[in-house]
């Protein structure tokens, strides 16, 4: 196993590896020897989620790669279903997915989605209270706009250290981004390849090919670009770990930052989003 420690980003308490693997849509074996092998290789990130339905996979694959809970940095998230009605039911949720990730704790845990149907109010101070007794480590959000951001650090007496959000070279998320980066909350970005997008994109080739490269590593090289955002990538194919990981490496000129964020547009959205979606920043 790799024993470097690449890139740390910093938000609160939270040193957080700016690249980690995302496991979305990863499933059985498949899923178990994705996560062992990124592990041995030398990923100190994993990311998860409750409605992914790997949880214990994920957990297995953390045992098959024989490397110590205290080397990487795990992530799961609790979907709004599991936090209607009372606090207590994010409590038991998140000590569920402790069971299934066979684990006394996250590093992060993080609320799945806003929902009008369940309260910030009761909610955050639940998730900060997992943070006080020790089952995570730090506390964050998904799919959050900057209302709910704003809603939500009322409630909360801990630092909220993320925002995972979708990502990527055509989706404009600038407004966001600035908000963020003035409250110390780290972008994370999800979809980071624009579901395979960036490989069909003439100008992110272009670069790709000068940079001696493939566009998947210059489209994590960009959003890496920016200090204050991580990266999580899903794979399937173990061939693509590496190749991903070596993207920290990749340093871009500024004007190849420039002809990439000019891509963005305010239709760039490539995930299907529930009807209770917040309302996009941009």
């Known amino acids: 196993m790799s024993t470097k420690t690449y890139n740390l980003r910093t938000a609160g308490q939270a040193n957080i590896p700016v690249l980690g693997l995302g496991t979305w849509q990863s499933t059985g074996q498949d899923c178990i020897d994705v996560v062992s092998q990124a592990l041995q290789i030398g990923y100190e990130h994993i990311d998860t989620a409750q409605a992914y339905g790997n ?60 929902d009008d149907r369940v309260p910030l109010s009761e909610t955050i101070p639940a998730l900060c209270k997992l943070q006080k007794q020790g089952l995570t480590r730090n ?63 003439d100008i992110i080739k272009d670069i790709a090919d000068k940079h001696g490269v493939t566009p ?30 070596d993207a920290i490496n990749v340093n871009l000129s500024a004007n190849d930052i420039e002809q990439i964020s000019k891509l963005a547009t305010s239709d760039g959205r490539k995930i299907k989003h529930p009807d209770y979606s917040p309302k996009w920043d941009d």
């Open 55 to 114: 949880e214990v996979e994920v957990g297995q694959g953390i045992k098959q790669s024989g490397v110590a809970r205290d080397k990487f940095f795990l992530t799961t998230k609790i979907f709004p279903d599991d936090m209607k009605f009372e606090p207590e039911k994010l409590v038991a949720a998140a000590k569920r997915s402790l069971k299934n990730l066979d684990t006394d704790y996250v590093d992060l845990l993080l609320l799945h989605w806003p």
């Open 216 to 245: 998947a590593q210059i489209s994590l090289a960009w959003i890496l670009s920016d200090k204050d955002r991580i990266a999580i990538p899903k794979t399937s194919n173990p061939d693509h770990l590496q190749g991903n990981l």
């Open 139 to 201: 506390i964050g959000v998904s799919n959050f706009n900057i209302a709910n951001i704003i809603e939500a650090k009322k409630y909360a007496d801990v630092p909220i250290v993320v925002n995972q959000v979708e990502f990527h070279p055509f989706i404009k998320q600038e407004t966001l981004q600035t908000f963020l980066n003035n409250h110390h909350i780290l972008l994370e970005a999800y979809s980071p390849l624009a579901r395979g997008d960036v490989f069909d994109n």
